[in-house]
């Protein structure tokens, strides 16, 4: 079981070692350093820099002055030495919260007003704080977010997002609290505005508040967030990705953030309804050779897909030589060769037309292309195995193709190599009609259970 102490436990060590010992203040930290750490304690929220402990609690003092007196620019000073204290590490901005330095920022946001310099150190050392420790925010910093994005200037506004954003990392009742005080109709404002400075911000605060990361409630609402987002947001998203349609970091983050809010069959629908995917193939197109847009389109169309009128409508329109050529062209890249081979077999369940569409874009050449080129990813394989499965399982007229190719040797060494995917690639073979041995779990009789009765199938 890993130890801790507190930060005063820390520092009486330090002092008696001087005391006791005779030792430098050096000499001492290092010595308690080294006792602490023999006995198994984690000092990894400990400030072991005694200079840079003091001259924390004396900014956080003298900035608790200003709560009784009017802010002037030695506020600005000591909010910036407070935000490089709190950049030092996780144990500075423990500490700072414990010296109650949360309150006092708070308290220095309330007194600024139009003081813009004031308002923007201000902000900039709360998000300095609060990083990785969302725990401080409360009632009053929730609703002085939401007032700061209704006023002040664009960067202003920019940094407040980034203090948001860190307030809902992790933290699944700071998320819920944003949620309820109507912060998705204040994002959707800046998202119609349409500024360029802030619009990244303001897409990585939407996903913020669609995560399911907080381990510490056992049923989160991302679902419910994602849905309440992406009726007021959709279709403005698809507008900013036609406006920005040249800038390929901001479609990159658009297309992620639209793939986040495609959590029900209407929302498909809807982008497909405004031109989603005409727009997502002139995306792919353009963008060709840039591999993070080309994965998050892969990721933004298999999103689709679960929509089996969208998942129909993406070749119909044509997109089924434009995913060949582009996970033909990221075969080297391993996360966006994953993406696309989601995509394929995503595309291609239960939809025989679809899978034909692709048989004939070539992609059986690209697919044991990639598991040529990475025999040993267990996700390449692992998402080959479905994209085969998948386009041949109701177009066996493909299997011959295949097997010309020669994905029989290819998924039989997978089966050596990797068991824990061994139900994938046997199921591959099988709709491959090629002849493999099957586990029948369960019989069906009786309700008893017999594992291990061995069945070989040649499918023919």
């Known amino acids: 079981m890993v130890l801790v102490i507190s930060q005063q436990t820390f520092d009486e060590a330090v002092q008696e070692n001087m005391n006791d010992l005779g030792l430098s203040q050096e000499e001492a930290v290092a010595e308690a350093i080294a006792q602490f750490e023999s006995q198994g304690v984690d000092l990894s929220q400990i400030i072991t820099d005694p200079e840079s402990f003091r001259n924390l609690s004396a900014t956080i003092k003298k900035l608790a ?83 700061n994005l209704d006023k002040g200037e664009p960067e202003t506004q ?29 994002l959707s404002k800046l998202l119609k505005e349409g500024n360029s400075h802030i619009l990244r911000d303001t897409l990585l605060v939407l996903r913020a508040l669609t995560l399911d990361d907080d381990v510490r409630v056992e049923f989160g609402r991302a679902h419910e967030h994602a849905r309440i987002i992406a009726t007021e947001t959709l279709t403005p998203l698809i507008g900013l990705i ?39 193939s002139e995306v792919v197109t353009a963008f060709l050779n840039n591999d993070k847009v080309v994965r998050q389109c892969f990721k933004f169309l298999k999103a689709l897909a679960g929509n089996d009128e969208c998942k129909v409508h993406i070749i119909q329109k044509g997109l089924a030589p434009i995913i060949s050529d582009a996970l033909n062209a990221h075969q080297d890249n391993v996360p966006t060769a994953v993406g696309g081979l989601s995509c394929v077999a995503a595309l291609c369940l239960r939809s025989p037309d679809n899978s034909k569409a692709l048989f004939e874009a070539a992609l059986p050449e690209v697919i044991i292309a990639i598991m040529k080129k990475h025999p040993n990813d267990k996700l390449v394989q692992k998402t080959a195995s479905w994209a085969i499965r998948n386009m041949v399982s109701r177009s066996r007229y493909q299997n011959g193709h295949f097997l010309e190719l020669g994905v029989e040797e290819l998924l039989k060494n997978n089966l050596v190599k990797f068991k824990e995917f061994e139900y994938d690639t046997k199921a591959a073979l099988r709709d491959l009609e090629v002849k493999v041995d099957l586990k029948e779990e369960w019989t069906g ?13 040649d499918r023919k």
């Open 65 to 147: 002055e200003f709560q009784d007196k009017r802010l002037t620019p030695e506020c600005i000073e000591l909010l910036h030495a407070l935000k490089k204290e709190c950049d030092k590490g996780l144990p500075h901005r423990v500490q700072a919260g414990k010296d109650g330095a949360y309150n006092v920022i708070l308290d220095i946001l309330l007194k600024s007003h139009a003081q813009k310099d004031i308002t923007e150190a201000a902000i900039k050392a709360m998000v300095s704080l609060m990083t990785k420790q969302p725990d401080l925010l409360d009632e009053r910093g929730v609703l002085v977010i939401l007032s």
């Open 158 to 186: 920019r940094f407040v997002l980034k203090w948001c954003k860190e307030c809902c990392v992790m933290h699944e009742m700071n998320r819920q609290k944003l949620i309820e005080l109507n912060i998705v109709n204040k």
């Open 242 to 280: 036609q406006k920005f349609q040249a800038e390929d970091i901001l479609v990159n983050d658009l297309i992620l953030t639209l793939s986040a809010l495609l959590v029900r069959n209407e929302f498909c629908k809807q982008v497909d309804e405004v031109g989603g995917i005409e727009l997502i």
């Open 445 to 457: 009789k009786g309700g008893k259970i017999t594992s291990g009765t061995s069945l070989s199938m």
